[in-house]
């Protein structure tokens, strides 16, 4: 799973240090691990999609940073699943 995280994380760009961008990376972490949890073969963009509501519930004026080609329908995060890179780490 941390092989998995890793990669998609590369594909959500960091910022400084207390930012809402690395909140928002801090909170697809989260829901990425629960979703994987329940569901090894469940697509990135899903905990991206609840990352991006938990920042806007928040009230936070953020517009999330993250690379959308990787994580569409078919994307890197699609491929890499299907490649087995996954949460199970075969």
Partial sequence: ??????????????????SVQNEFRMLHTYHRRRHLAHDPNAPARTALFAA???????????????????????????QMMRNGIHAEGR
Avoid: N, V, Y
């Fill in 52 to 78: 991006i509501h938990a920042i806007e519930a928040g009230s936070h004026a953020l517009t999330p940073s993250f690379e959308w080609e990787f994580f569409r329908p078919g994307g890197g995060s699609t």
């Fill in 1 to 18: 799973m941390t092989r998995l995280l890793d990669e998609e994380l590369s594909h959500i760009p960091r910022a400084e240090k207390g």
